[in-house]
T-cell receptor, first 116, second 113 residues
Framework: DTGVSQDPRHKITKRGQNVTFRCDPI?????LYWYRQTLGQGPEFLTY????????KSRLLSDRFSAERPKGSFSTLEIQRTEQGDSAMYLC??????????????FGQGTRLTVV | AQKVTQAQTEISVVEKEDVTLDCVYE???????LFWYKQPPSGELVFLIR??????QNEISGRYSWNFQKSTSSFNFTITASQVVDSAVYFC??????????FGAGTRLAVHP
């Protein structure tokens, strides 16, 4: 499968625990995005990487959230001291943006986080 | 500020009916892209179409067609002869800075046999 891959698909955690999600983008895609989607809403932008550089973070991304993309390949999103309000679907997307090649964003199937 | 409004929260139709999903957007950018994505129950967002702000031609792809009207800031999506497999949540989106997507709240389409 050469699409965007996210792991795990589902995560249930107790309030106060830390969780980490992984996203493997489509190979050769240089842009990677994280979004959060709550029930009945559209996805909301969290953060964006161009290769390994994190170029933008939304105000939604509190200090408890951190994202990395070492070596410009896979990315991780960590949430520390989870709260019930963090319960949502976390979506990863990747795209290609170069001078002569550009694609739309392709999304993974998401990681559904439930904080109990 | 950039914003996408999908005023229809839920639409229910019977198979073979035509259905139009509305999308209205706000942006101050002169160059931007508009998108439609489909989200079936599995959760993955499936890309349907991208349209850039300079191209106001309508597009048809099989049973799907899109009507982009810059004058009214609308990008509506029509499914002709709907099928049960079209049941999903449909999102309209607009590009913001760094090409991040700004999504509407989505329209849930239920197609009944």
């Amino acid at each position: 499968d050469t699409g965007v891959s996210q792991d795990p698909r589902h995560k249930i955690t107790k309030r106060g625990q830390n969780v980490t999600f992984r996203c493997d983008p489509i190979s050769e895609h240089n842009r990677l995005y994280w979004y959060r989607q709550t029930l009945g809403q559209g996805p909301e932008f969290l953060t964006y990487f161009q290769n390994e550089a994190q170029l933008e973070k939304s105000r939604l991304l509190s200090d408890r959230f951190s994202a990395e993309r070492p070596k410009g390949s896979f990315s991780t999103l960590e949430i520390q001291r989870t709260e019930q309000g963090d319960s949502a679907m976390y979506l990863c997307a990747s795209s290609l943006a170069r001078q002569r090649a550009r694609t739309e964003a392709f999304f993974g199937q998401g990681t559904r986080l439930t904080v109990v | 500020a950039q914003k996408v409004t999908q005023a229809q929260t839920e639409i229910s139709v019977v198979e073979k009916e035509d259905v139009t999903l509305d999308c209205v957007y706000e942006t101050r950018d002169t160059t931007y892209y508009l998108f439609w994505y489909k989200q079936p129950p599995s959760g993955e967002l499936v890309f349907l179409i991208r349209r850039n702000s300079f191209d106001e031609q309508n597009e048809i792809s099989g049973r799907y067609s899109w009507n982009f009207q810059k004058s009214t800031s609308s990008f509506n999506f029509t499914i002709t002869a709907s099928q049960v497999v079209d049941s999903a949540v449909y999102f309209c989106a607009l590009t913001g800075g760094y090409n991040k997507l700004i999504f509407g709240a989505g329209t849930r389409l239920a197609v009944h046999p």
